[in-house]
């Protein structure tokens, strides 16, 4: 259990350090200028459904964290 929370606590670190990186990512890419806007409007997609699906899995991951904890501290009441 205390080895779930420092992971959990190392991820939520993680986050925290470098949430900026997929904007300044965007940001590079719209600063260069030999690249196609088609092309710096596809990369930006892309990062942001990259963002997306990372919002996604967090949540997942803090849902599934939240009910396996609910389901332990109702087994072990009960005990």
């Known amino acids: 259990m205390a080895d779930a929370k420092t992971q959990l606590e190392s991820i939520r670190k993680w986050v925290v350090?470098?949430?900026l990186r997929t904007?300044?990512?965007?940001?590079?890419?719209?600063?260069r200028?030999?690249?196609?806007t088609s092309v710096k409007i596809i990369h930006a997609r892309l990062h942001a459904q990259a963002l997306t699906l990372a919002?996604?899995?967090g949540a997942a991951v803090v849902?599934?964290?939240d009910h396996k904890t609910?389901?332990?501290a109702i087994r072990n009441s009960g005990q």
């Open 55 to 57: 919002a996604l899995a």
């Open 63 to 65: 849902e599934y964290y």
């Open 33 to 36: 200028p030999n690249m196609k």
């Open 70 to 72: 609910e389901a332990n």
């Open 17 to 19: 350090e470098h949430k």
């Open 23 to 31: 904007v300044g990512s965007i940001a590079y890419n719209w600063s």
